[in-house]
């Protein structure tokens, strides 16, 4: 679902008021960042090449240019960019077309938060076919608004899509809570300004200032986001 999104205004950060919540979708709330790295193998093989497992970090949690740009020049795999797109959106819609399980936690907090009418956004370096198709699944009525990947001019880990899901929902970066779990979209999420909670899939990530790192979906509630505004003072 896509929305125009109107002029922040004037609203400040005053007060500590948790405002929005923004959450990534691959490896946040749908466990599909093994999915993707399964479809880049099973598409370079096709083209005669073999991916090395030490790329999965460089790929993960990036743009689609980014991540397919970066397999094509380092496999030197005759493709263009545009071809390869293709053949891994495919292949991804594919996989979760036979499955798509959620991350451990995610239907309890997306309930949660629509039980206290907090407003919610789902913001993904995925293209919108591929949000679309998944939240058929997970349920677009969490969702006030959504943020595909190629629907910014960029994507994370640059903070526009952030930026973009919060001044839609009429919120303060400042006072919104963004659950990540790539180092790259948690840069994104920095850079807007947000308060961010950092659950790990593929790559570790360390706390830092205005970082909360946690295991797992099922230690973040309500309260516990709530909580975080409330250290900011």
Known sequence: MTSTVPALGTRTAEGSALEAVLLDMDGTLVDTEGFWWDVEVDVFKALGHALDES????????????????????????????????????????????????????????????????????????????????LSSVGPQYFALTVAGDEVTRTKPYPDPYLLAAAGLGAHPARCAVIEDTATGVAAAEAAGCQVVAVPSVAPIAPAA???????????????????MTEMR
């Not at 020049?73 to 292949?91: M, P, R, S």
């Not at 907090?118 to 998944?134: F, K, N, Q, Y």
């Open 55 to 134: 790329w999965r970090h460089v790929v993960v949690g990036g743009p689609m240019t980014r991540s397919a740009g970066f397999l094509i020049e380092a496999t030197g795999a005759d493709i263009t960019l545009a071809e390869l797109t293709v053949l891994l959106n495919d292949g991804f819609e594919d996989r979760i077309g036979r499955s798509l399980p959620l991350m451990p936690g995610a239907a309890r907090l997306l309930a949660e938060l629509a039980a206290h009418e907090i407003p919610t956004a789902l913001v993904s370096a995925s293209h919108r076919r591929i949000i679309d198709r998944v």
């Open 210 to 228: 205005r970082r909360t790192v946690v295991t797992s979906l099922e230690e973040v509630d309500l309260p516990f986001l709530r909580g975080l």
